[in-house]
């Protein structure tokens, strides 16, 4: 079945060290995005990429890095440097419309809840 | 701020009735979207209205738009127990910007 898996699904980590969110697609999308949710809040946009080896960062991209070197994988790094990094980090993929500005629907993985201890 | 504001925050009815919820926003868009999430869950999306349609219709869902308010309104018809979950607006093409740009979202509890 054609969708998006992120991984680890729950992730421990102490104070001082990065980890990596895994997210892959296939859809055959090229737009991909990494959404941070706080608990009762809404989404804020971390990063995102309209094609491969090309991003873009989004709201409150501080303390965060990715890369996309092929067309179904976007990782997600939550580096030392994010004061605050527990929350739950979404996924999510879409085509890249011909018309810029002009967002399609979205398909989201099931999300990754990053604790630090 | 881009999210503009939805609201209610929450809301909780009696199966059986209608849930509305309404979305406001400030700057111009290309489209508006609305999304459901389950506790814990990534989102589903529901529904997209382009910037030049009034109106649209899926199943018992019924979302409008009205660009001069820079508002819009979800409609849920003969609400289930099912349909407990947090629903967001979703901001398309804000400030030209090839992302979505979402709500703080409507917790709706259905009781049975």
């Known amino acids: 079945d054609g969708g998006i898996t992120q991984s680890p699904k729950y992730l421990f980590r102490k104070e001082g060290q990065n980890v990596t969110l895994s997210c892959e697609q296939n859809?055959?999308?090229?737009?991909m995005y990494w959404y941070r949710q706080d608990p009762g809040q809404g989404l804020r946009l971390i990063y995102y990429s309209q094609i491969v080896n090309d991003f873009q960062k989004g709201d409150i991209a501080e303390g965060y890095s990715v890369s996309r070197e092929k067309k179904e994988s976007f990782p997600l790094t939550v580096t030392s440097a994010q004061k605050n990094p527990t929350a739950f980090y979404l996924c999510?993929?879409?085509?890249?419309?011909?018309?810029?500005?002009?967002?399609?629907?979205?398909?989201f993985g099931e999300g990754s809840r990053l604790t630090v201890l | 701020s881009q999210q503009g504001e939805e609201d209610p925050q929450a809301l909780s009815i009696q199966e059986g009735e209608n849930a509305t919820m309404n979305c406001s926003y400030k700057t111009s868009i290309n489209n508006l979207q609305w999304y459901r999430q389950n506790s814990g869950r990534g989102l589903v999306h529901l529904i997209l209205i382009r910037s030049n349609e009034r109106e649209k219709h899926s199943g018992r869902l019924r979302v409008t738009l009205d660009t001069s308010k820079k508002s819009s309104s979800l409609l849920i018809t003969a609400s289930r127990a099912a349909d407990t979950a947090s629903y967001f607006c979703a901001r398309g093409g804000v400030q030209g910007a090839q992302k979505l740009v979402f709500g703080q979202g409507t917790r709706l509890t259905i009781n049975p």
């Open positions: 999510a993929s879409s085509i890249a419309l011909r018309w810029y500005g002009n967002t399609g629907e979205l398909f």
């Open positions: 859809l055959n999308h090229d737009a």
